[in-house]
């Protein structure tokens, strides 16, 4: 008996098999699929879970890689005197001393930097040494140098402005390459002396001076060696006869500033007579007797000097672009004679 399925069967079977999807069977899609923008975003993140966690703790890491290479970059410069700092003016000490006239602070000179410190700012930095030689920065820090000590090595002035202003310091290190060495002395005073040639307008007896104690500092340092004005000379890049006159002002530095108290306004070859006769010995006669050493002052006037010398019992005084009357004359002459008659020695 042949058997049929009813039309009603056949009908709900259809219907169920157009909606299941295919297995298996992967369609080309049609050409509207393929045209069909895609959906707008929303403007929401995709959640990343552990993924993301682990993308953020690679970011951090290269972050701090990049913060310690600065930092070390940072260190390097300090040592090298690349990299500035900012110190209190207490932490630094001057250890070598000025080689400008005992006065400088009370010059004109130094009144009109503070001026222009207290108004614009310190504009160049002073250079410094760490009194260890073997200090280094903190680095994870390298710019805090709080407490760290210091060696003052050029900037005398700037250095004593900011204390008097009580602002921190500029300051940068100096010259690493000879930072530790057995006379580092000699060296800060061999740095002061090239900052002050390229820097500042030094007198003939400031100069002289710095080169004087910079070759006695040397010769000190170095007893086994023989040291000369050429070989000196050469090292600090001056005249030999500089050295040789060097050597006289400093070994003659206190009667010279007893002697001249406008030294420093002197020219090389005022400077020069003064040390002649200073430190010029007895001269023998033709009869054999001890010609006395002739002793000089110069005292400035104005625009003029007026030199004072004395020697084997008699005194001259000299002064040019000087015309003065008969009235005025005596009046100069009585101070000088009641001078020596309190002052002068008696026979």
């Not at 900012?86 to 930097?113: C, H, V, Y």
Request: charged content about 30%; glycine content about 8%; hydrophobic content about 35%.
């Amino acid at each position: 008996m042949k058997r049929s399925i009813s039309s009603s069967v056949l009908r709900k079977k259809s219907a169920e098999t157009a909606d299941a999807p295919p297995k298996d069977v992967v369609s080309e899609p049609t050409q509207d699929a393929r045209t069909i923008s895609p959906a707008p975003s929303t403007g929401l993140k995709p959640r990343m879970g552990g993924s993301g966690s682990a993308w953020k703790a690679g970011a951090l890491s290269d972050t701090q890689v990049l913060l310690n290479e600065k930092r070390a970059q940072i260190v390097g410069h300090i040592l090298q005197g690349k990299h500035e700092l900012e110190l209190d003016p207490t932490q630094i000490k001057d250890e070598i001393g000025t080689d400008r006239r005992d006065d400088w602070i009370d010059q004109d000179a130094f009144n009109s930097l503070l001026e222009s410190i207290e108004q614009n700012g310190q504009d160049t930095p002073i250079q410094i040494w760490p009194v260890d030689p073997n200090w280094q920065p903190d680095p994870l820090d390298p710019e805090n140098c709080a407490g760290v000590p210091f060696f003052l090595i050029t900037g005398r002035r700037r250095h004593a402005i900011a204390q008097k202003l009580g602002r921190p310091v500029r300051a940068i290190l100096a010259s690493p390459e000879k930072r530790g060495v057995s006379d580092d002395q000699f060296e800060m005073l061999f740095m002061r002396f090239r900052e002050n040639e390229e820097r500042e307008n030094l007198g003939a007896f400031e100069r002289l001076l710095s080169v004087g104690q910079m070759f006695d500092r040397y010769e000190a340092s170095n007893p086994d060696k023989k040291v000369t004005a050429v070989s000196f000379a050469s090292i600090i890049g001056v005249h030999e006869s500089h050295v040789s006159r060097g050597k006289a002002v400093f070994k003659a530095r206190d009667e010279i500033l007893h002697a001249c108290k406008n030294v420093y306004a002197l020219s090389h070859r005022e400077l020069e007579k003064v040390v002649s006769d200073l430190i010029k010995g007895p001269v023998k006669t033709a009869k054999g007797t001890a010609k006395t050493k002739k002793l000089t002052i110069i005292r400035k006037f104005g625009r003029e000097k007026l030199s004072v010398s004395s020697q084997g019992g008699k005194l001259s005084v000299s002064a040019a672009g000087i015309d003065l009357d008969k009235h005025s004359l005596e009046g100069l002459g009585d101070m000088i004679a009641a001078y020596l008659q309190e002052h002068g020695s008696k026979k």
